[in-house]
């Protein structure tokens, strides 16, 4: 089984936001002391972190699919749910985060650096939060918010700073092994090499990391062989060293050949231009002539050197097995970095200012898309606020619906209706295409709130008319008691006129 892995396609599922409660206070002496449910936590967001202990993606490969934890609900006595913790998921340094259709989200490059791939649901309020001076009591909570879902392709692209390139067995590897403390497995065998190996040079003060893909083969460009599936791995290297054989005996091979060979396979690759990717064929160009303790080889290098020198590139000629112009080779190629560092340091310097456009002070929020559907004429409403709104709903609660509706005629959705031309009863949508609300539109959009007794969110029981002060419960006493001696002179004046006499007297 593969332990190195370096493209998986990942389901990520945030966690979704827990519900709102709507509850009311009741204590002894004060069955109804208002509302005080509580809010429902945020659900947890999914993290991609750079980790440099991790190398390969192959976690992912195995369980592909990863889901962050719940918020909780929320609960009576302004008990608030608990929000959910995020997923982290650690990738390798040089991790490139797309889309299914190739958008590249992030580039993770440098030690504890993030991204948020997926957001949690926002948690739903309680109707103690929803509760105001005019609506005081209100009967319902905004449900939590489901988390963010997408589907995603990680893709590792290794930072190197030289790679070796060549054709298999060319002794790429053997060059690692003795320039750097990586220890690849070397044989005698094509595509020995599987995976891309990295070693870390030192040539005096200068350090640099130098990457070996498996070898190229005629035809790479076309999906023969291994060495353009892993050719990802040096596009971000400033340096690419052409490791030539120069004691094959295949035939048809020879130092010239090789390398025309492999230049067109490195033309034929395209690395991503939104990564600020320059195509292969613009690098610094090294030819490594491999093999020099071969005395037939040595030859055949210093027969061919001064022709590739005429072309412009420089030349080595090494034997990685009897260490000879090693040095040599090492710190040129420590030069060639520094300088495409330094090179890299001045485009940072001069990339332009990122521009920042705010929205417009008149933005509404949405927008009204008139459909031609196979059931007539709709409205679709797009936009955040709306969207999340919806979600937000307890259809199953007329308060909560009214509720809906009022928030909606204040952000100004009927009028915009009216403008894009809707009649009362025309299909109006409000959320994504595959999980929309539909419903028949009607100006007033009260749906049945107004049966309530009282403006929405209210309680006769829950209103406070204040309370009594001193003087008002003294003159209180007072009418009280002067009318109580009041009835009972009436009385006793209505005995004496006979109007209350008893039987014994008649």
């Not at 929000?83 to 504890?112: F, H, Q, S, Y």
């Not at 609660?397 to 009022?406: K, T």
């Not at 929405?456 to 008691?481: I, M, N, Q, S």
Request: some cysteine; aromatic content about 4%; hydrophobic content about 40%.
């Amino acid at each position: 089984m593969a332990s190195f892995v370096d493209r998986v396609v990942l389901q990520v599922t945030a966690g979704n936001g827990g519900h709102g409660v709507a509850s009311v206070k009741r204590e002894k002496f004060k069955p109804l002391g208002g509302p005080d449910g509580g809010n429902g936590g945020h659900g947890g967001s999914v993290v991609l972190a750079v980790d440099l202990n991790t190398t390969t993606l192959i976690d992912y490969h195995h369980t592909p699919h990863r889901k962050a934890d719940n918020g909780r609900p929320g609960a009576g006595d302004e008990r608030n749910g608990g929000n959910g913790e995020d997923l982290v998921l650690k990738v390798p340094e040089g991790t490139v985060v797309k889309t299914r259709e190739g958008e590249i989200l992030a580039d993770l490059v440098g030690e504890g650096m993030t991204f948020t791939v997926a957001e949690g649901g926002r948690g739903g309020l309680g109707n103690k939060a929803l509760a105001s001076k005019r609506r005081k009591a209100p009967g319902f909570a905004l449900l939590g918010e489901p988390g963010e879902s997408r589907e995603i392709i990680l893709e590792l692209k290794s930072l190197a700073d030289v790679a070796l390139v060549g054709f298999p067995s060319a002794g790429k590897s053997s060059l690692v092994s003795v320039v750097s403390a990586a220890k690849p497995k070397i044989a005698d065998y094509p595509f020995t090499t599987l995976v891309p190996n990295l070693g870390v040079v030192t040539a005096g003060n200068q350090r640099f990391t130098i990457a070996d893909v498996p070898g190229l083969i005629p035809g790479a460009s076309e999906g023969r062989g291994l060495g353009l599936e892993f050719l990802r791995h040096v596009e971000r290297c400033s340096v690419l060293v052409h490791v030539v054989d120069c004691a094959t005996l295949e035939p048809g091979r020879d130092p010239m050949t090789d390398l025309d060979v492999i230049e067109a396979e490195l033309a034929a690759y395209v690395p991503d231009a939104t990564l600020g990717g320059r195509p292969l064929a613009e690098r610094t160009r090294i030819v490594v002539l491999n093999k020099a303790d071969v005395p037939e080889a040595r030859e055949l290098a210093e027969f061919v050197k001064p022709d590739l020198e005429a072309r412009g590139l420089e030349v080595h000629i090494v034997s990685a097995v009897a260490h000879l112009g090693l040095k040599e080779l090492i710190y040129s190629l420590a030069r060639h970095v520094d300088q495409a560092r330094a090179e890299l340091e001045r485009e940072v310097l001069e990339r332009p200012r990122v521009v920042i456009r705010p929205k417009a002070v008149d933005d509404q929020g949405f927008t009204i898309k008139r459909e031609d559907g196979p059931e007539g004429e709709t409205f679709r409403i797009v936009g955040d606020r709306p969207t999340r709104w919806v979600r937000q709903t307890d259809f199953s609660n007329d308060e909560a619906v009214g509720y809906l509706a009022d928030r909606l005629g204040r952000l100004g959705v009927e009028e915009a209706l009216f403008k894009a031309g809707a009649v009362p009863g025309s299909t109006v949508l409000i959320g994504p295409e595959d999980n929309a609300v539909v419903f028949d539109w009607e100006p007033t959009m009260t749906a049945g709130a107004e049966i309530l007794s009282g403006p929405r969110g209210t309680d006769v029981r829950l209103e406070d008319y204040g309370r009594a002060t001193r003087r008002e419960k003294r003159e209180e006493f007072h009418a009280r008691k002067d009318g109580q001696t009041a009835a009972r002179e009436e009385l006793a004046a209505e005995r004496r006129a006979g109007h209350w006499a008893t039987p014994d007297e008649d």
